[in-house]
């Protein structure tokens, strides 16, 4: 019993270790029930939808691949990353850059606003949950409009202030982006339930994946290669009608 | 132009004008006809309070195999001053078989400063059969406006690495356009009806999208050099006139 105890100890000590507390706490902000609003945008994904470019589960799996580790891989999974390690640091002017990089990152301006629009509906919902001063700082910076109040940034504040491990924030938040679209083309496509759950399951091997690939990179690795899925989304902005905001 | 410092192979014409328009035209000339393994190319330029400049690229930019395997670098900084416009519509960039190339372009600007900037980056030597052979390709474009930073458009293609024409990322478009307008008096234009005279047909896709602040950026994936290098002409001409 005493080396077990040990070893659990080892174990807490570690990064990527999570408390029970802390892994409900992620599920729960990645919970269908909470309202941040991920089932109104597609980011740009409905114009491929409509273009009939997406009619398989397999072609479904191919455009969250590619959403997957060329668009959120090399963007928002690494300023998450970077705005952990800020907030464990108290470091606010790197937040504050990062938070301009976000916004200066995503061109197509609904991608963008779905960005600040999420950011602030999470602040929003968790502020009442959470006493946390810096959390509560960042919170007053998008009220007095001195940011705008980036998801990316704000889950990688929460992430390092809930005790989350940095791990755990990337996993889930790419876990749940995905899940978030594959629910969308499930309901625009339409896809029966079955074809959506088989297609998250697929991404669960490659999100792991990816998950591992963001821990090598930093700030010099910011790229969006996925230009089809950028021009997509802002040719979303014109599309005659529309399920989703992005 | 007060000051023109110049080393070979990049030379800067003497300014021309055209009639009364106070705009000066100055080509930008590479004598060496291509970036080869390591090179270095730096080209800063500084615009004067209200000062009014065209600057146009005399050739496509060619990159050649990376035999050494060392990346070839371009930098372009950019200072725009109160109330000055530049254009830049440059040539093509072509990274050959094999090359290694890094460009960084930073343009800094103040409220009342317009740039027009546009750029047209190729798989390769397309009519040779060289469709993304090169090893890497990287373009880091950043826009700031009274140092804040309102566009920064990171391309890091490695096709060995990932491929680019899978779903979403470039398909089967070959050349990748993009025109970007930043000034004062971006909100004269309608995006919405400046989008729907966008030319779309088979193997040409674009979109148009505002920035944060004043500024407008346009996107082109397209099969075919001329048709989407025409339809860029006639974008920016437009976009130069109604700013």
Known sequence: ?246 | MPHVFQQPPLKASRELYEGKDPTVTVYLMESSGGMVAGDRNDITLKLAPESKVRLIQQSALKIYPSHTGETCFQRIDVDIDEDARLEWMPEVIIPFADAKFQVDTTLRLKESSTVLWGEIIAPGREKRGEIYDYESFRSNFKVYVEEELIAFDSLHFSPNEADLRRVGVLEDAMYIGSVWLISPNVDQVDVRAFQETLRVEEGLQAGITRLEGNAIHCRWLGREQWSLQEEMKRVYAALAELV
């Open chain 1, 1 to 246: 019993m005493k080396r077990q105890k040990e070893d659990l100890n080892n174990h807490s000590s570690t990064v990527d270790t999570l408390t029970d507390f802390s892994l409900l706490q992620l599920f729960q902000i990645h919970d269908s029930g909470f309202p941040i609003g991920s089932y109104t945008h597609s980011y740009g994904m409905e114009t491929y939808i409509q273009n009939d470019l997406i009619r398989t589960k397999e072609e479904l799996v191919d455009y969250c691949t590619s959403y997957l580790f060329q668009n959120m891989v090399h963007g928002d999974a690494i300023l998450i990353q970077e705005a952990f390690d800020a907030t464990l640091e108290k470091d606010v002017e790197k937040l504050l850059e990062l938070e301009e990089l976000c916004g200066a990152m995503k061109l197509a301006k609904e991608s963008r606003d779905a960005s600040v629009n999420v950011g602030r509906q999470f602040i929003r919902t968790i502020s009442p949950l959470q006493d946390d001063l810096f959390l509560a700082e960042w919170k007053e910076r998008i009220d007095s409009q001195s940011i705008k109040g980036h998801y990316a940034i704000l889950y990688g504040i929460y992430s390092a202030v809930t005790g989350t491990s940095k791990r755990h924030a990337v996993l889930t938040f790419l876990y749940a982006t995905l899940s978030g679209l594959i629910q969308n083309a499930v309901r625009s496509v339409p896809f029966g339930q079955n074809t959506g759950v088989q297609a998250m399951h697929k991404l669960i091997g490659p999100i792991t994946e990816a998950t591992e690939f963001v821990s090598t990179l930093t700030l010099e690795d910011i790229s969006n290669n996925a230009l089809g899925i950028e021009l997509a989304s802002m040719q979303h902005e014109y599309l005659f009608s529309r399920l989703f905001i992005s």
